[in-house]
């Protein structure tokens, strides 16, 4: 009876690495900060390595207008992009992301710059 409790729990313990997925562990600039100058670069930082092909950011101002970007580029499990001369307004950050295990993530974040 021990073993067999031990068995499922080994495959419980199993299943949950299993399903784990892609998440961001760092952003510069950081989510809904508010910063005194503009930043020169977005750069997301993930828990697992990335896809470049199916990796990108995206950049928005107040008005959700698209402002041009450079492709991403891709480092292990870092993606960054330089960003355009930004005025002062509040700007979002959109990213999606695939690792290298298939799973896609994606998201968003806001930040301000005075």
Same mark, same amino acid.
């Given at each position: 009876?021990?073993?067999?409790? =031990?068995? #499922?729990?080994? !495959?419980?313990? *199993?299943? *949950?690495?299993?399903?784990?997925?892609? +998440?961001?562990?760092?952003?510069?600039? /950081?989510?809904?900060?508010? !910063?005194?100058?503009?930043? $020169?670069?977005?750069?997301?930082? =993930?828990?697992?390595?990335?896809?470049?092909? =199916?990796?990108?950011?995206?950049?928005?101002?107040?008005?959700? +207008? /698209?402002?041009?970007?450079?492709?991403?580029?891709?480092?292990? $499990?870092?993606?960054?992009?330089?960003?355009?001369? !930004? #005025?002062?307004?509040?700007?979002?950050?959109?990213?999606? /992301?695939?690792?290298?295990? #298939?799973?896609?993530? $994606? #998201?968003?974040?806001? =930040?301000?710059?005075?």
């Amino acid at each position: 009876m021990i073993r067999t409790l =031990f068995a #499922g729990l080994l !495959l419980l313990i *199993g299943m *949950g690495a299993a399903q784990a997925h892609g +998440k961001l562990e760092a952003a510069s600039p /950081a989510a809904n900060a508010q !910063l005194d100058a503009a930043p $020169k670069e977005i750069s997301l930082r =993930f828990n697992e390595v990335l896809e470049p092909a =199916f990796s990108n950011i995206a950049l928005s101002d107040a008005q959700a +207008k /698209a402002l041009p970007l450079p492709p991403a580029t891709i480092e292990g $499990k870092t993606m960054r992009t330089a960003v355009p001369v !930004l #005025g002062a307004g509040s700007y979002t950050v959109r990213w999606s /992301a695939m690792t290298r295990d #298939g799973h896609k993530v $994606k #998201g968003e974040y806001r =930040f301000s710059v005075r």
